[in-house]
């Protein structure tokens, strides 16, 4: 059942299609701007206008969709720029909007304060006996705000992806209230903190500037928490989950499948694209076989769609 290609293919179990993979780009103010970030080959932080060429090209190769992350032209303690209807991701939505590949591809808008914090903080900070602490429940109001500023704009899907407690319950209700009924959810239900998403805070400047993710990111031993997370979001009206990273927790993400009668997508992180590169960079690994290897693996474990920087270079191969 193995000799040749064709036979392999027709028992072939997973399939990898690039309708299956949503892009996330990196957006930032200016005009013509495409800067390389150092620690990701081949990632860059776009201008509006370099943006939608991305956009075109993606919509010809046939991916799923976008997702966009934005680098605000400056930051405040309550990340106003997140929530600003004239904001980077905001205005690159619009651009979009006007195009014929947004027609093809699913605008996802990630929707989370840390790249518009000074801090660079998910949430609002607090002072407490314990020192810095993040104010869950005023952080939720604001990203409610952004989600639906963002949804106003043209993003299709909202994405948050900050790990406060009643998050997707306060971004449903923002969005009904508003007359964005139809606006669907994809919650970030299991992201844990991870070093993986090292090359990330460089790409998007989001960097914490005390302290770190801990107290709201999930533990990387817990699958049972994972599981209660997802229910709970799931409970609060999200329509789709996203597990994060993908490579180092391809456990949960199959625990996720069994249990979860949901759509659910996996998102392999900027570390994970980084070591890969770093292997092609050295000769030590094939690179067209090492990525599609990882993204069926992802697949297989039981999601249904891929957020990867690899999206392009998968969708041209396939
Ligand atoms: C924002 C956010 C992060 C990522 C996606 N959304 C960074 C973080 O939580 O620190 C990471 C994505 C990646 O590493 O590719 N909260």
Redesign the pocket.
């Known amino acids: 059942m193995r000799r040749t290609e064709a036979l392999r293919s027709l028992v072939r179990e997973t399939r990898l299609e690039p309708g299956q993979l949503i892009y996330?780009l990196f957006v930032c103010p200016g005009e013509g701007v495409r800067k390389a970030i150092g620690s990701m080959p081949g990632v860059f932080n776009l201008s509006v206008d370099e943006a939608v060429k991305e956009a075109e090209e993606a919509a010809q190769l046939g991916l799923g969709g976008l997702l966009l992350?934005g680098l605000p032209e400056s930051k405040d303690e309550q990340g106003s720029g997140a929530y600003d209807d004239a904001g980077i991701v905001q205005t690159a939505l619009r651009a979009l909007k006007q195009t014929s590949a947004a027609k093809k591809l699913v605008l996802i808008a990630?929707v989370?304060l840390?790249?518009y914090t000074s801090h660079g903080h998910?949430g609002m900070i607090a002072e407490t006996t314990y020192g810095h602490e993040i104010e869950n429940d005023s952080s939720i109001e604001l990203l409610g705000r952004a989600a639906v500023s963002l949804a106003e704009a043209g993003a299709d899907v909202v994405a948050p992806?900050?790990?406060m407690d009643g998050r997707v319950g306060a971004i449903r209700e923002a969005l009904d209230e508003n007359g964005l009924e139809q606006t669907p959810i994809l919650s970030?239900a299991s992201?844990f903190a991870?070093a993986?998403?090292?090359?990330?805070?460089e790409?998007?400047d989001?960097a914490p500037q005390f302290g770190d993710?801990k107290s709201y990111?999930m533990d990387g031993a817990n699958v049972r928490e994972a599981m209660r997370e997802i229910e709970q979001d799931l409970g609060e009206g999200a329509d789709m989950i996203l597990m994060?990273?993908a490579m180092p927790y391809l456990d949960v993400v199959r625990a996720a499948r069994d249990r979860f009668d949901v759509p659910m997508g996996a998102?392999q992180?900027?570390?994970e694209?980084s070591m890969l590169h770093a292997a092609f960079e050295r000769g030590w690994l094939e690179p067209e076989r090492a990525m599609l290897e990882s993204l069926v693996g992802i697949r297989r474990a039981g999601a249904d769609f891929i957020v990867t920087?690899f999206a392009k270079d998968a969708g041209r191969v396939l």
Do not use: I, L
């Open positions: 996330p992350f990630d989370c840390c790249e998910c992806s900050d790990m970030y992201k991870s993986f998403y090292g090359p990330f805070r790409a998007a989001s993710r990111q994060k990273p998102y992180v900027s570390g694209y920087y």
